[in-house]
């Protein structure tokens, strides 16, 4: 069965601490992995991909089908990365690209 | 990047009546858009995928004749929840393609619409 699994509900940390927000997967096949930000009263948006291989914001993140993760790392958070993030996979099925979200992080980064 | 607007951005109704929800993408064409449902504090669960002149394709659980969906243009989806009730109190969004083809396209999603009935 194709999940991504977020286990932490919550990652509190303070301003210039280093964060990593766990992501795991399940998927038959090469999956495509997506992380997406949801600030405090914003729309859901895309952070980054893995076949981009980008930084945004300094955030990075590495596909390991070993261990089949995409966690999301940052050296040093900031307060405006305070927010809800969502690990999220793409499945092909039924002839359309659906995207499959796990349950999300919030992330509280503390002055 | 491309704009996806949904209207209303809350909507608190009886139990009973019917509430329609509109998606729009306001700069591209999306011959596909998708549906999500986000509980409180909970993540998005996809409805139902939408295309333009077809019929929507509902996830297992959903029930069609509750959450009618209607795709009647390249810019624009509707969802309608028929004689909504309590428990149809969430936070509904959408999203859209932005291209067509390919193994991925971004998805872009809209503000959403928060459901409340009474």
């Known amino acids: 069965a194709q999940r991504v699994t977020q286990p932490e509900k919550l990652l509190s940390v303070f301003k210039g601490a280093p964060v990593e927000l766990k992501c795991n997967y399940s998927?038959?096949?090469?999956?495509?992995l997506f992380w997406y930000v949801q600030y405090s009263r914003q729309r859901l948006q895309l952070l980054l991909r893995?076949?981009s291989r980008e930084s945004i914001k300094g955030f990075t993140a590495d596909l390991n089908k070993g261990e089949t993760s995409f966690h999301l790392k940052k050296p040093f958070a900031q307060e405006e990365d305070s927010a809800m993030y969502y690990c999220?996979?793409?499945?092909?099925?039924?002839?359309?690209?659906?995207?499959?979200f796990g349950a999300g992080t919030r992330l509280a980064v503390h002055p | 990047g491309a704009v996806v607007s949904q209207h209303p951005s809350r909507v608190i109704c009886k139990s009973g009546t019917s509430v329609k929800i509109e998606c729009r993408s306001l700069?591209?064409?999306?011959?596909?858009m998708f549906w999500y449902r986000q509980f409180p504090k909970q993540s998005l669960m996809l409805m139902a995928t939408s295309n333009e002149g077809s019929k929507a394709t509902y996830e297992q659980g959903v029930e069609k004749d509750k959450f009618l969906i209607n795709h009647a243009s390249l810019t624009l989806s509707t969802l309608t929840v028929t004689s909504a009730h309590p428990e149809d109190s969430s936070f509904y969004i959408c999203s859209a393609y932005s291209g067509l083809g390919g193994s991925y396209n971004e998805q872009f999603f809209g503000p959403g619409t928060r459901l409340t009935v009474l």
């Open positions: 893995h076949i």
């Open positions: 999220a996979l793409i499945s092909f099925s039924g002839g359309y690209n659906k995207l499959i």
């Open positions: 998927y038959s096949g090469s999956p495509e």
């Open positions: 700069d591209f064409q999306a011959t596909t």
